[in-house]
């Protein structure tokens, strides 16, 4: 499996993003308080449906024997990182502050995307905080992005925006090529880390991004539902996700801003 996508295949991909971007602005609109998850969840399977693209988290197994997860949408509220479950009984409060992580095929190609919201006006300071320094460390992480840099660029430049405000850096879960699946080589992790081969970026190369973040400390655990991604330490947490492209200058978006026209 090639790390390159070739220029028709980035079209596609980008068709695709387009598309995703917008399923997620409506889902962002729709995440206020009494709305069920799996609510949220029935709008990813729709609006993908009409558009012509699959849900690729939709019976995905991280490996064989794992359960499939039973969504489109990965909802994850308050304390839990990602990949919380879109199923009855899971209601969004307000004050909570909710992930919303999506991915979808599209022409045969694979793309990725999450956002927080912070649902309700009623957030304290340090929760604003946390959910806007985890996106502007994804900028951070994206801007230097060019052809001839390397990946533990991009780790680095979010390991500096964060680290020096005291948030806690998820370690376990990493972003990511994708594309040709919905997981792929090379990982992209938030912080520098040493044991990973350094891999130089080439134009062509998709990257999924993902800073996840918490106001506590990094560690985490996985809930017994198998999926759940949980601060140890019960500590908020944020994540945002944009899939882009490497290019020859800089990088192109693949999945716009859902949060910005
Ligand atoms: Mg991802």
Redesign the pocket.
């Known amino acids: 499996m090639s790390m390159i996508k070739t220029p028709d295949e980035i079209e596609k991909l980008k068709r695709g993003g387009e598309i995703l971007s917008r399923i997620l602005r409506e889902i962002r609109d729709a995440c206020v308080p009494g709305v069920g998850s799996e609510e949220l969840d029935a709008i990813a399977r729709k609006r993908m449906a009409e558009a012509g693209g699959e849900p690729s988290f939709l019976g995905y197994r991280i490996s064989k024997n794992d359960m499939a997860f039973p969504g489109a949408l990965c909802v994850s509220i308050n304390e839990e990182v990602v990949h919380g479950l879109p199923i009855p009984n899971r209601v969004i409060q307000k004050g909570d502050i909710v992930g919303l992580?999506i991915?979808m095929w599209y022409e045969g190609l694979a793309t990725?995307m999450?956002t927080t919201v912070i649902v309700g006006d009623k957030a304290n300071p340090n929760v604003r905080a946390l959910v806007a320094d985890t996106r502007a460390s994804l900028v951070q992480g994206i801007s230097v992005i060019k052809a001839g840099g390397w990946i533990r660029d991009i780790s680095g430049a979010i390991e500096d925006y964060l680290k020096p405000k005291k948030y806690g850096i998820v370690k376990d879960l990493v972003?990511?090529g994708?594309g040709h699946a919905v997981?792929e080589e090379p990982q992209v992790p938030n912080y520098r880390e040493p044991r990973n081969k350094p891999i130089q970026l080439e134009v062509g190369m998709v990257l999924?991004i993902?800073p996840m973040v918490t106001l506590g400390d990094w560690r985490v655990n996985v809930k017994e539902d198998g999926w759940t991604i949980v601060t140890a330490d019960k500590s908020l947490a944020a994540h945002f996700?944009v899939t882009v492209v490497v290019t020859e200058t800089g990088y192109d978006l693949i999945t716009p801003w859902p949060d910005v026209n």
């Open positions: 992580d991915g990725d999450a972003g990511h994708v997981h999924a993902e996700e």
